[in-house]
T-cell receptor
């Protein structure tokens, strides 16, 4: 199956700093990638859809200026959590559709 | 009404038994249906997908789809302790976006 690589797997940062998460499609080109957030014991919540070469589409309630998404190439999308705060601590997962939906390994973000 | 609904569980079954997971969805136009398995702290892993009414079997897993009733289920036969995880039902209406259920936690007792 298609492979989606996500880095880093986990990150601990101080409140107020920014964190960048990368998502790469390794064996196919992804014009679209999805970014999800998952809090403990809850399901995946779609945050935004990144589109190669154009602006991302954000779901209702997701702050565009806080969660910056860049999809500069057909294989790479990045999510930057700006000025992170403890309430942003969560499991962030990217995915790329290729007939089915394949997920990256996820990034556990802990903001102190 | 949530787009995709699942019983949260936990569903506890003895080793070797059948685990039955249910999922209902609200968008009658949905065409694709997926079951993902998620271990604690890991990202979801696709285990089954089904597009047509009826049953689809893959090893110990069987997905069942009934579009008229807007219902999709997953059966796990000969349950093993390694099957203990949260199972997410996902439905794809018209575009690439999937709608996920909240997940059913399954515990297989040795």
């Amino acid at each position: 199956g298609a492979v989606v690589s996500q880095h880093p797997s986990w990150v601990i940062c101080k409140s107020g700093t920014s964190v960048k998460i990368e998502c790469r499609s390794l064996d196919f080109q992804a014009t679209t990638m999805f970014w999800y957030r998952q809090f403990p014991k809850q399901s995946l919540m779609l945050m935004a859809t990144s589109n190669e070469g154009s602006k991302a589409t954000y779901e209702q309630g997701v702050e565009k200026d806080k969660f910056l998404i860049n999809h500069a190439s057909l294989t790479l999308s990045t999510l930057t959590v700006t000025s992170a705060h403890p309430e942003d601590s969560s499991f962030y997962i990217c995915s790329a559709p290729n007939e089915k939906l394949f997920f990256g390994s996820g990034t556990q973000l802990s903001v102190l | 009404q949530k787009e995709v609904e699942q019983n949260s569980g936990p569903l506890s079954v003895p080793e070797g038994a059948i685990a039955s997971l249910n999922c209902t969805y609200s968008d009658r136009g949905s065409q694709s249906f997926f079951w993902y398995r998620q271990y604690s702290g890991k990202s979801p892993e696709l285990i089954m997908f089904i597009y047509s009414n009826g049953d689809k079997e893959d090893g110990r897993f069987t997905a069942q789809l009934n579009k008229a009733s807007q219902y999709v289920s997953l059966l796990i036969r000969d349950s093993q302790p390694s099957d203990s995880a949260t199972y997410l039902c996902a439905v794809k209406p018209n575009d690439y976006k999937l709608s996920f259920g909240a997940g059913t936690t399954v515990t297989v007792r040795a």
